[in-house]
T-cell receptor, first 112, second 114 residues
Framework: EAAVTQSPRNKVTVTGGNVTLSCRQTNSHNYMYWYRQDTGHGLRLIHYSYGAGNLQIGDVPDGYKATRTTQEDFFLLLELASPSQTSLYFC???????????FGPGTRLLVL | GEQVEQLPSILRVQEGSSASINCTYENSASNYFPWYKQEPGENPKLIIDIRSNMERKQTQGLIVLLDKKAKRFSLHITDTQPGDSAMYFCAASLASSGSWQLIFGSGTQLTVMP
């Protein structure tokens, strides 16, 4: 199975804080995705990318920026964190069009 | 935006019986339909998938059916065991601005009672 890693695994910050979540995949997958998971909402897409330097907006992008610096690395940035962004964040990667997405282990973020 | 509807949201079955989860999608261009299982504290993991050139797929106690005309697909777990208790998500592929994403259903919490 494809390897996707995320860091940190847990993060606590305060309202207005600056947070960067990191994701790395070493399978040469083209696509990478950032989701948030909240009870009652399932998986909601924040941002995604189909290659280094590319960025696509997902369904819930407000308050988030993302950057794909290399084929392997995709970052999610919260520049002014708010309590509403307390959530479980998953990164996923996919090799090509209409294919399986492989998820990282998740980052649990708490914004106080 | 595009949605995938998943029902039921909660499902409780007796050990040894079958469990069925149903999903509907909107976009007729969707051609790939994966199912994920997520256990508490874990990430979602692919358990079975089906592409639009098939109507049925079966593997290790799991059956997926696809009805493209009705835009409906379903997961059937036969002979359920307590280890099948988990959250299950369906998804459908979607093209957006020349790139691809998966649209996920809202999940089904399955509990298999001994």
């Amino acid at each position: 199975e494809a390897a996707v890693t995320q860091s940190p695994r847990n993060k606590v910050t305060v309202t207005g804080g600056n947070v960067t979540l990191s994701c790395r995949q070493t399978n040469s997958h083209n696509y990478m995705y950032w989701y948030r998971q909240d009870t009652g909402h399932g998986l909601r897409l924040i941002h995604y990318s189909y290659g280094a330097g590319n960025l696509q907006i997902g369904d819930v992008p407000d308050g988030y920026k993302a950057t794909r610096t290399t084929q392997e690395d995709f970052f999610l940035l919260l520049e002014l964190a708010s309590p509403s962004q307390t959530s479980l964040y998953f990164c996923a990667s996919m090799t090509g069009n209409q294919d399986t997405q492989y998820f990282g282990p998740g980052t649990r973020l708490l914004v106080l | 935006g595009e949605q995938v509807e998943q029902l039921p949201s909660i499902l409780r079955v007796q050990e040894g019986s079958s469990a069925s989860i149903n999903c509907t999608y909107e976009n007729s261009a969707s051609n790939y339909f994966p199912w994920y299982k997520q256990e508490p504290g874990e990430n979602p993991k692919l358990i079975i998938d089906i592409r639009s050139n098939m109507e049925r797929k079966q593997t290790q106690g799991l059956i997926v059916l696809l009805d493209k005309k009705a835009k409906r697909f379903s997961l059937h777990i036969t002979d359920t065991q307590p280890g099948d208790s988990a959250m299950y998500f369906c998804a459908a592929s979607l093209a957006s601005s020349g790139s691809w994403q998966l649209i996920f259903g809202s999940g089904t919490q399955l509990t298999v009672m001994p």
